[in-house]
């Protein structure tokens, strides 16, 4: 069955960075675009980035733009998400979900990013 | 940049028919998925191209659209839907969005 394990939360300084990574299996990862999306505590769900299955073209939020980068290992079926230059406003948990047609058919259980001095 | 209207909150009794919205321009051209997620639990899908369920979910849950505006209808409302749904839809500015999501209470 398909898995999508997020690793690499914490703590982080206003500031600082942080690389998170989601573990896929159970199906072609290599085949399928990814996403990451997050959502702060009591929130709801923000769209973060996406890369295609070649990794090639990448797209962002206008809130993330510039400051993370998202790309794919597809040798070692992961995908990863490099945050820099990180606000408060970004703590959230974030979660990796799998592209299936324009929906996010599987998601990942989440990794939580707290930004506080 | 594209938005997604949901209510805040949907109250249906036990038994009964919830219906919650998804308002935004045009999305009668746009497939929309909607989401629920339940506390603690990640998103998991339930409609996907307006109107189609994956594998495993219930057929009380159905999708459906009239001018602006998307529908998830749960029939026979029971106290594991209690959740937050989300409707989403792929924007042609290249994004993915969420509506604000709706917590369906079961009375």
């Known amino acids: 069955q398909v898995q999508l394990v997020e690793s690499g939360g914490g703590v982080v300084q206003p500031g600082g960075s942080l690389r998170l990574s989601c573990a896929a299996s159970?199906?072609?990862?290599?085949?399928?675009?990814m996403h990451w999306v997050r959502q702060a505590p009591g929130k709801g769900l923000e769209w973060v980035t996406f890369i295609p299955y070649d990794g090639i073209n990448k797209y962002y939020a206008d809130s993330v733009r510039g400051r993370f980068t998202i790309s794919r290992d597809n040798s070692k079926n992961t995908l990863f998400l490099q945050m820099n230059s990180l606000r408060a406003e970004d703590t959230a948990l974030y979660y990796c979900?799998?592209?299936?047609?324009?929906?996010?058919?599987?998601w990942g259980q989440g990794t939580l990013v707290t930004v506080s001095s | 940049s594209y938005e997604l209207t949901q209510p805040l909150s949907v109250s249906v009794a036990l038994g009964q028919t919830a219906r919650i919205t998804c308002g935004g321009n045009?999305?009668?051209?746009?497939?929309v998925h909607w989401y629920q997620q339940k506390p603690g639990q990640a998103p998991v899908l339930v409609i996907y191209r307006d109107n189609n369920r994956p594998s495993g979910i219930p057929e009380r849950f159905s999708g459906s659209k009239s001018g602006n505006t998307a529908t998830l209808t749960i029939s026979r409302a029971q106290a594991g839907d209690e959740a937050d749904y989300y409707c989403?839809?792929?924007?042609?500015?290249?994004?993915?969005?969420f509506g604000g999501g709706t917590k369906l209470t079961v009375l």
């Open positions: 989403q839809v792929w924007d042609s500015s290249i994004s993915w969005v």
């Open positions: 979900a799998k592209e299936w047609g324009g929906a996010l058919d599987y």
């Open positions: 159970g199906f072609s990862f290599s085949s399928h675009g």
């Open positions: 045009n999305i009668g051209s746009k497939n």
